[in-house]
């Protein structure tokens, strides 16, 4: 049985609930990803900020990035994996929620990510073409 654990990627860094939208977007850009968690002060996720984010939520409404933090864009309880949970929960977790990457939680911690293109290196194609199209519907 394949864990997220085995699957992720680990070390994810964390933007500060408090960092503004420009430094986030910064560090989106030196990692080369398209999302990261949220953490707050007590290093706990407060949620997942992605690139389309920064843009809709804040550029398209022609507000000043600067002047918006990072945990403003937090919405709700964040949707995680535990280290230790199956793939088949990866799977049923992406599809559920429609997310394309879920932040990985041993005990209160992050530990990484697992993203769709992990899932995808890592299981049958047929399981990852549901997965696509679950993650894909509107």
């Known amino acids: 049985m394949v864990t997220a654990r085995e ?3 680990a070390g994810a860094e964390c933007v500060g609930e408090n960092e503004d939208l420009v430094a986030a977007a910064r560090k ?10 949220i953490c707050g002060e007590d290093q706990r996720l407060k949620g997942m900020l992605t690139d389309r984010d920064i ?8 507000t ?9 864009l937090a ?14 929960e990866i799977l049923r977790t992406m599809a559920k929620h429609q997310v394309r990457r879920l932040p990985v939680i041993d005990g209160h911690d992050l530990v990484g990510i697992v993203a769709q293109a992990d899932v995808a290196q890592a299981l049958p ?14």
């Open 28 to 37: 989106l850009r030196d990692l080369d990803v398209g999302a990261l968690p």
């Open 55 to 62: 843009v809709v939520k804040c550029v398209a409404d022609g």
């Open 75 to 88: 919405e709700g309880k964040p949707v995680t994996i535990g280290a230790d949970d199956p793939a088949e």
């Open 125 to 138: 194609p047929e399981l990852v073409g549901e997965l696509l199209a679950d993650v894909s519907e509107e």
């Open 64 to 72: 000043d990035p600067s002047t918006v933090r990072a945990g403003d």
């Open 7 to 9: 699957l992720m990627t």
